[in-house]
């Protein structure tokens, strides 16, 4: 299996460069692969958009790591159609995996992810 890297998208901050350009404010949404699941390098201040597209019911997950001998997996989070979920932000501890990034998954291609790092 191989994930698939999320871009992340960095949000101009409250003092952008103006006029703004268009799509420069644009969040990147991507499909997800319910077979390879999704993964992104974590910085501590990350937040996971998750959005449903389709008109079913569908479910998310996002994979931590033992912190103090416990994990807090956020498991099959039901989106219904067309709705909108958000997750962190996600600390290093408790959620980068040994190689450096943040697990997670969808039921189906309908749900599309979002990575905002906060500045």
Do not use: C
Not at 17 to 28: G, K, M, N, Q, Y
Not at 47 to 69: D, Q
Not at 93 to 111: C, F, M, N, P
């Amino acid at each position: 299996m191989a994930r698939q890297t999320l871009t992340k998208t960095t949000p101009l901050g409250s003092l952008p460069s103006l006029p703004l350009v268009a799509d420069s404010a644009d969040i990147v949404f991507t499909s997800a692969d319910a077979t390879n699941k999704e993964q992104f390098v974590a910085s501590g201040n990350d937040l996971v958009i998750a959005w449903n597209s389709g008109v079913s019911t569908r479910t998310v997950t996002l994979t931590s790591v033992a912190l103090n001998g416990r994990t807090g997996d956020i498991t099959t989070y039901s989106l219904g159609a067309g709705d909108h979920a958000v997750f962190g932000p996600f600390q290093v501890g408790g959620w980068r995996q040994t190689d450096g990034k943040i697990y997670l998954e969808a039921s189906h291609s309908d749900v599309k992810w979002a990575v905002i790092t906060l500045p």
